[in-house]
Nanobody, 124 residues
Framework: QVQVQESGGGSVQAGQSLRLSCAISGLTFENHAMGWFRQTPGKEREGVSCITWNAGFTYYSDSVKGRFTISRDNAKNTLYLEMISLKPEDTATYYC?????????????????WGQGTQVTVST
């Protein structure tokens, strides 16, 4: 059974930074592309960023491009999301997941159940 633990969220002011972490177990981490998603109440969960198994390719949604950086440490089975210049519209619950693809032409989809997520709140 895959277990996911996101951490690093918090309440910050606009312009500040946060670094999210995601520890995952129950699968061979280094074999899988990984992704970050976010969701606000009343809206569908959206893919924010993804990274291939060897970090050879990364994808960012237009809303976060240039401000967020995804990375991974395969030795630690951990995924990261560095977020700078945060905006109020970044406020959401952030989730990570192993995904089926990380590609510029395909939507990333999780291959297991969601974790609890970590809340990011950005105030003006």
């Amino acid at each position: 059974q895959v277990q996911v633990q996101e951490s690093g969220g918090g309440s910050v002011q606009a312009g500040q930074s946060l670094r999210l972490s995601c520890a995952i177990s129950g699968l061979t981490f280094e074999n899988h592309a990984m992704g970050w998603f976010r969701q606000t109440p009343g809206k569908e969960r959206e893919g924010v960023s993804c990274i291939t198994w060897n970090a050879g390719f990364t994808y960012y949604s237009d809303s976060v491009k240039g401000r967020f950086t995804i990375s991974r440490d395969n030795a630690k089975n951990t995924l990261y999301l560095e977020m700078i210049s945060l905006k109020p519209e970044d406020t959401a619950t952030y989730y990570c997941a192993a995904v089926d693809y990380c590609s510029p032409t395909r939507t990333q989809n999780p291959i297991h159940s969601w974790g609890q997520g970590t809340q990011v709140t950005v105030s003006t």
